[in-house]
């Protein structure tokens, strides 16, 4: 039997994934819109959801709308941003109580889905474009929203990564998009790029729970009515060259941010895949890796080290924070570790420790339906099919030598590094 019954219907423009479970006493609904990152499109993409779930015409308020989620059993809605490689994707996410496990058997399901139908299809508008009001309310909390990412310093520093090892690349930019594009939005652009975007943007529709798939199926035809043609996916093939670049930016901090950006010349699409995320979790992806145990522990040069990679665009990437005076002492021991991978040095157990820490991972994540979302969409994004019980067995053959040989491929690209004013370095 395997772990995820995920079946894919195309209905009207949309693509339908239905996962079948009886393990969880909520239905989860998963609506996710895809286009190309561009400095263009990115600023409105950012903004579009948060105009989308201020009201719809049955329900023109964010107060009605609320109420309207209460009288459906409490049911919940939130909206979310997320880049993978160069996708930009919103995100609508709706929880509601599995009309089975109830005395009064209200349509939950059923009215939840024409409510998502209606947040995407039918918004609240003005003169036939979005509300005036709504518009401007979320262009403050953009702003807002952007800018807590330069207060916040852990998040500033790896946003800084991003933008000076991808510069020139759709990658670089920030998933919420540009602080000096706000202004120039209006109500009428804004209603214009949302037009275009139900036309081009890739539209994935995930249900979740203990459901009927044909009354689902029946829903979605009756609700979603879209007649769109999606731009392909772009999977870029060309390498870049690599040239090892510093950066060191001085802010008025009290505490370093050591962050350094590898090309792993590996993505979710490659067969090596498997290999990269090993190698990822004996490096520094988990308590048990190299960059905790020997930066962290032993040389007690950081107050935390680690490492994640980016599976659609190929990066890994290192976080630490440090005292001023140890950002040599610290990169000279972050790169003895990634040489150490290049050359073998790693042992059986930590290995076999790394297998099962992945693998227990996975599971607790397909464990939770918006886990599970995320982890069968990374098809979607990769334009492949791998099934999941597909990845728990390629992570669980990997060897060895595999880990070496992905560890080879891995390259130096940015190390950035934020300090103190007048701080050495």
Do not use: W
Not at 351 to 360: D, L, Y
């Amino acid at each position: 039997m395997s772990y995820i019954d995920e079946q894919l219907t195309d209905i009207q423009g949309i693509s339908l994934h239905t996962v079948t479970t009886s393990k969880f006493k909520t239905n989860t609904i998963v609506l996710k819109l895809l286009a190309p990152l561009n400095e263009k499109d990115v600023t409105y993409r950012a903004l579009l959801p948060y105009v989308l779930q201020r009201g719809t015409l049955n329900f023109p308020t964010s107060t009605r709308l609320r109420q309207h989620l209460d009288e459906l059993y409490g049911a919940t809605l939130n909206v979310d941003l997320s880049k993978k490689g160069e996708q930009h994707i919103i995100s609508f996410r709706m929880e509601v109580a599995n009309e089975k496990f109830l005395s009064d058997s209200a349509p939950l399901l059923e009215k939840s889905l024409k409510l998502l139908a209606d947040i995407l299809l039918n918004p609240v508008t003005d003169g036939g474009i979005f509300q005036e009001e709504y518009v401007a309310q979320e262009k403050r909390t953009l702003k807002q929203r952007i800018q807590s990412v330069y207060d916040d310093k852990m998040r500033y520093s790896n946003l800084r990564l991003v933008q000076e090892m991808c510069k020139n690349e759709p990658y670089a930019l920030h998933v919420n998009g540009e602080l000096k594009d706000i202004d120039e939005i209006s109500a009428q652009s804004l209603f214009d790029y949302y037009k275009n975007t139900l036309l081009h943007n890739k539209i994935d529709l995930y249900i979740v729970g203990d459901i009927d798939r044909q009354e689902v199926e029946k829903y979605v035809e009756n609700y979603f009515s879209i007649k769109n043609t999606p731009q392909n996916i772009v999977h870029p093939t060309e390498k870049n060259e690599v040239v090892e670049n510093e950066v060191i930016e001085e802010q008025d901090v009290k505490q370093g941010k050591l962050n350094i950006g590898y090309r792993t010349n590996s993505t979710y699409r490659d067969d090596d895949y498997y290999a990269l995320q090993v190698f990822n979790g004996i490096f520094g992806g988990f308590s048990h890796s190299k960059l905790f145990i020997n930066v962290r522990e032993k040389a007690s040069l950081a107050y935390y080290a680690a490492s994640r990679v980016e599976s659609h665009k190929g990066l890994l990437m290192v976080m630490s924070g440090i005292e001023f005076q140890n950002y040599e002492k610290a990169v000279t021991i972050i790169k003895e570790q990634m040489a150490a991978m290049k050359n073998g040095e790693f042992t059986d157990q930590e290995f076999e420790q790394t297998k099962a820490v992945i693998r227990n991972q996975l599971l607790e994540t397909v464990d939770t339906p918006y886990g599970l979302v995320e982890i069968v969409y990374h098809n979607v994004i990769a334009s492949i099919n791998r099934s999941f019980d597909e990845y728990l067995e390629g992570i669980e053959k990997v060897t060895m030598e595999e880990v070496v040989e992905v560890a080879k491929k891995v390259e130096l690209d940015t190390i950035y590094f934020l300090k103190g004013m007048g701080g050495t370095a």
